[in-house]
């Protein structure tokens, strides 16, 4: 299991960690916060585009391809939903869309070009968004500071 702890700093700064690693979140300035790191959405974008490269170079490892390198851009952006052709979408309004450019180099063939394609869309990061995830929200209440 992954595990991920978070505590709200000063602001809307949040220092996160694993346990091994500490790092910030924050807003923009002009969303009210101090912009002392990524911000949230930043942050998911970040996991899938480690994701994606990381899968992709174990893949090329494991089949023995040639990978020289592989770069990702993720954008994020809310669009409406009239205005998406291909999503099935019986709602009006927003709906939330990531487009991805992933860039591979090496000395590959056709059929591994097509493989590899499919291979960037398959890191569990992308799956887990792609399929949507079950949650199981909890809150918890505790005195306040003294």
Known sequence: ???I?????QGMAVQLSNGRHEWLADEPL???GTDTGP???ELLLSSLAACTCVTIAW?????GLALTSVSTT???SRIHADDCEDCDVPEKGFIEQITSN???EGDFDESQR??????????PVHKTLAHGVKFDDNATFGPGPD
């Open 1 to 3: 299991m992954t595990r």
């Open 5 to 9: 702890t978070a505590k709200l700093n």
């Open 30 to 32: 002009a969303a009210g």
């Open 39 to 41: 911000d949230p959405y």
């Open 59 to 63: 893949y090329c490892r494991h089949k």
């Open 74 to 76: 993720y954008d994020f």
């Open 102 to 104: 992933v860039h591979i």
């Open 114 to 123: 097509k493989r590899l394609s499919q291979i960037a869309q398959r890191c």
